[in-house]
């Protein structure tokens, strides 16, 4: 599965019966909560890094970026705009794209 197949799997889902996936009950709740489960998500991915357990972060890396995809899709932000910035910013250093911003 790639990161393509996951956002297309959470695009269906918007409109799905919230009682019919844990995805679709997220989106229901609107772009705010989703926002909210990425921050948790993205916290507890940092306290496995400084743990060091690889096993959890791998986990929690995986649940940040579904969180990261369904906050995308909750406002409407194709995966692919996102993939075209990164794409954008391989042609520069890092240090000169994040002065430029």
Same mark, same amino acid.
């Given at each position: 599965?790639?990161? /393509?197949?996951? $956002?297309?799997?959470?695009? *269906?889902?918007?409109?799905? /019966?919230?009682?019919?996936?844990?995805?679709?009950?997220?989106?229901?709740?609107? %772009?705010? #909560?989703? *926002?909210?489960?990425?921050?948790?998500? *993205?916290?507890?991915?940092?306290?496995?890094?400084?743990?060091?357990?690889?096993?959890?972060?791998?986990?929690?890396?995986? /649940?940040? =970026? $579904?969180?990261?995809?369904?906050? =995308?899709?909750?406002? /409407?932000? %194709? =995966?692919?705009?996102?993939?075209?910035? =990164?794409?954008?910013?391989?042609?520069?250093?890092?240090?000169?794209? #994040? *002065?430029?911003?």
């Amino acid at each position: 599965m790639t990161l /393509d197949d996951l $956002y297309a799997t959470i695009q *269906a889902r918007k409109s799905a /019966d919230p009682s019919s996936s844990w995805t679709a009950q997220l989106l229901a709740k609107g %772009p705010e #909560k989703c *926002a909210e489960k990425f921050g948790e998500e *993205a916290v507890e991915a940092i306290i496995e890094a400084v743990r060091g357990d690889r096993t959890a972060l791998t986990s929690e890396a995986a /649940d940040v =970026l $579904y969180h990261l995809l369904v906050m =995308l899709a909750a406002r /409407d932000v %194709p =995966l692919s705009d996102v993939m075209q910035t =990164l794409a954008a910013r391989q042609t520069q250093s890092g240090l000169s794209e #994040k *002065a430029n911003r």
